[in-house]
Every structure is written in structure tokens, then in C-alpha cells.
């Protein structure tokens, strides 16, 4: 007969029921924040100057404990991110978690591992590491805080004698945000290479870096860029072949190839497609828009609708023979882009998923027009595809349909695609 266990169960109220096991299916980043918030939670509570249920020389050992689990924790989730990443460069992660306890060995596993993998881990590394180091010190491997004594009867901490709360609080507040900036790094990474843009020995970042150091595509015949190829070659220990590759992707890239002065074609459409499109969007939202600026007074229900019927019979009409499967797909692929703005790579995948959509869509009238209808309609679709183009690298044939209309000067997303610095990303990620 199979016992029932009364005590770690669910029951009412249903709110106050716990999701475990493989009902939410909690890793080690869900354990660790709730041994993280646990000690924070107390360690506000011990401060309280009015506290004296939470005694603090009672409650330091728990709250170290989970301090202590927590680190551990995220960094054998840190570890499970890297093994994701490793396959990408050829490389292979070992690492025993069940039996792996000491917060030295596992921190020094992972920050070998991940600057082997990409350079880039180097800086937050070195953020975190003190603590981690502090923490090895006091308690290597999970006991010092959980039993009074070690397995050899010796007590523990005899060595310390005070630990502040305060500062307790303050690093591992510290420890905190590094370690939740390194699953960041972790979740960028992932992201970055799954698109393809690096070699086996260089990252997506350092193919930025060379794509700054070398001259323009059409110099590279000239005598002097051997100079500048072969110190390239010997600051990234590459070899001729490692360097054809890298001048390929950087060749073929939207945001890499202006370095080297490099025009790449939109895909679907060229910038006179778009203004063909702008123009039948403008004729679409212009009394919106001039409404919206204060220009024209706003008219009754029924005119409106009456207007946006007529409007968007206008729209199709000079459409229908404008648009094509590739067209609409590149119109498409530039709208929804601009809700990413990460990788210019995102956008080419983006486009050939949406030509089969397109070609799809071109086998029936009536889907081709709901499909130019929905893209017509919403009201940002002309800054969306122009904040893409910025950061395509198309500046001067966006700044030309910002001045033609004059209104996107207002608009957040273009502000923003306009001020970004086309090649600068996340500092601390490297670009």
C-alpha cells in the first residue's frame, strides 16, 4: 500500500498551493532565487531596529546557508547555459552536478570554460569572483553554515567571530546582479550564436572588431592592406583560410559590411518600393494625422467611417498592381523588425519566413488583400520600417522620408533608431 504523506501535500485555499517537482518543472535558476529571496527577506527582517523575534545571532546561519545554496546553485545554471553554447565551437562540458559541491572548483570550472568559449566573459567574471572567493573561503562546501561542527568534530568559524549584516547585505546584493547580469550575458549569447555569425575562433564581436581595423572592399587590392590583413592574422591567431571566412560573414552582413564600404540590397524591395508604399500609408492616415497634429477638427462617427471605408478601397486600388509576393514580404519583414532591433540577421530570417507566407497568400486575391490591408492599417507602420532601415544601415534613405515627413521626428522608436550608434550594442557584451 502506498502511504500518503499529509504534510507535503496540496490543499485549500488553492492559493497557498506550491507548484513542485514537474508542475511548474523548477531548474536551478528557480531554486536558487528562492534561497536568495529567503535570505534577503531576512536579513531586512534581523535589521529592522525594532526586530527581536528575528535574534541575529540565530537567524546568520540560515541566512548565510541560503546565501551560500543560492551562489552554488546559479552557478550550475550558469554552467547548463554554457554546455548549450559549447556545441557551437566544437567544445564539450563535463561537469559532474550531482556530485559537485565546492564553490571553488565549481567556479573555477565555469570561468575557465566560459573564457575559453568567448573572451567576453572575462569582465563580469572578474565582477564576481571576489565574492565567490569570500564565500569559498568561509565555506567551501555547504557545511559551515548547516552544522555546528565539521565531520571531524572541529568546531566551525572559530576563526571569524563577527560577521556584520550589513555588509552581508551589501555584497551579496553586489553578488546579486552580477550574477543576474551574467545570465543576461548567458541568454545574449545563446541568442548570438544560434545566428551563425562566427567562426571557430572568432565571436560575432571580435568579426565587429576586425570589420573596423580593415579598409574599404575596394582598397584590398592595394599593397598595404597585406599589412593590415597579416596583423589582423596575428592579433587573432588566424590563419589565411580563418580570415577568408571572417571577411565572408563581414562581407555579408547588414550591420559589418558599411565598415568596409559594402551597400547589401534590401530583400523584397528597394527603398523606391518603400516610398511607393509611404506614399499609399500616407494617403491612408493623413487626416488622422493632421488630426493628431492639431490641423484639421475632428469630424463625427460616421464621416470617419464612412472615410476609413473609402480610404482603404483607395489603398488597394493603387496597390493591386504594386505589390508582389516579395514586395509584401520585404514590406512585412521591415515592419516587424523594428520590434527587435538586435541582430540584423533576425531580419533576413525573418524575410524568407515570410516570402512563403507571401507566396502563399499571392494563390488567393482576397488573402493578399486582408495580408496589404493589415500591414496598411496600423497606424506605425511608417515608423517601424523606417527605424529598420536605420539600423540596416540605410541612414541617408531613412533621414530622406524623416524629412519628407516631417511628423516621425516625434515618434519613439525613430528617435531611438536615429540616436543609436549603428554599430554600438551592449557594452557589456562586448560591441
Known amino acids: 500500500m502506498v502511504r500518503v504523506n499529509k504534510t507535503f501535500c496540496g490543499s485549500d485555499p488553492s492559493w497557498a498551493n506550491a507548484c513542485v517537482g514537474t508542475n511548474g518543472n523548477p531548474g536551478y535558476k528557480e531554486y536558487s532565487k528562492g534561497f536568495s529571496r529567503a535570505a534577503r527577506v531576512l536579513i531586512d527582517k534581523v535589521l529592522e531596529e525594532d526586530s527581536i523575534e528575528y535574534h541575529i545571532d540565530d537567524f546568520i546561519y540560515p541566512i548565510c546557508f541560503n546565501m551560500r545554496h543560492s551562489v552554488e546553485l546559479r552557478l550550475k545554471h550558469a554552467i547548463q547555459m554554457l554546455e548549450s553554447l559549447a556545441p557551437y565551437k566544437g567544445q564539450t562540458s563535463q561537469f559532474n552536478f550531482s556530485g559537485s ?25 572578474n565582477r564576481i569572483e571576489p565574492v565567490i572567493m569570500d564565500i569559498a573561503d568561509i565555506d567551501p562546501t555547504g557545511q559551515t553554515f548547516r552544522y555546528p561542527k565539521d565531520n571531524n568534530n572541529i568546531k566551525h568559524l572559530t576563526n571569524t567571530q563577527l560577521i556584520n549584516f550589513f555588509t552581508l547585505r551589501s555584497s551579496f546584493t553586489t553578488l546579486e546582479k552580477d550574477l543576474d547580469l551574467l545570465v543576461e550575458m548567458n541568454e545574449f549569447l545563446i541568442r548570438e550564436y544560434s545566428l551563425g555569425s562566427f567562426t571557430k575562433k572568432l565571436s560575432r564581436a571580435e568579426l565587429f572588431d576586425i570589420s573596423k581595423k580593415l579598409p574599404n572592399r575596394d582598397l584590398w587590392k592595394n599593397d598595404d592592406f597585406k599589412d593590415i590583413r597579416d596583423n589582423i592574422k596575428k592579433d587573432y591567431s588566424l590563419s589565411g ?11 555579408h552582413n547588414y550591420e559589418m559590411s558599411p565598415m568596409i564600404n559594402i551597400s547589401i540590397d534590401l530583400l523584397g524591395v528597394s527603398v523606391n518600393d518603400i516610398k511607393t508604399f509611404i506614399k499609399i500609408w500616407f494617403d491612408r492616415h493623413e487626416r488622422s494625422i493632421s488630426k493628431m497634429q492639431g490641423k484639421k477638427p475632428a469630424n463625427d462617427l460616421m464621416e470617419e467611417v464612412s472615410h476609413s471605408i473609402n480610404a482603404s478601397h483607395e489603398s488597394w486600388s493603387s496597390a493591386k498592381e504594386f505589390v508582389t509576393p516579395e514586395i509584401m514580404a520585404g514590406l512585412v519583414s521591415l515592419f516587424y523588425f523594428s520590434y527587435d532591433l538586435e541582430f540584423s540577421e ?3 530570417e525573418r524575410y524568407y519566413n515570410e516570402l512563403k507566407l507571401s507566396e502563399a497568400y499571392f494563390l488567393n486575391v ?7 490591408h493589415d500591414l496598411v492599417s496600423k497606424t506605425n507602420a511608417l515608423e517601424n520600417i523606417v527605424a529598420s532601415l536605420y539600423f540596416l544601415g540605410f541612414l541617408d534613405d531613412a533621414e530622406s522620408i524623416v524629412t519628407d515627413y516631417d511628423f516621425l521626428n516625434q515618434s519613439p522608436v525613430v528617435k531611438k533608431a536615429r540616436s543609436r550608434q549603428l554599430f554600438v550594442k551592449n557594452p557589456a557584451f562586448g560591441y
Open 241 to 251: 583560410k580563418d580570415f577568408e571566412k571572417a571577411a565572408n560573414i563581414i562581407s
Open 346 to 348: 533576425l531580419y533576413v
Open 101 to 125: 559541491h565546492d564553490i571553488k572548483n565549481i567556479w573555477c570550472y565555469f570561468k575557465r570554460k566560459s573564457e575559453i568559449f568567448d573572451i567576453r566573459y572575462s569582465e563580469i567574471n
Open 366 to 372: 482576397r488573402k493578399i488583400k486582408i495580408n496589404f
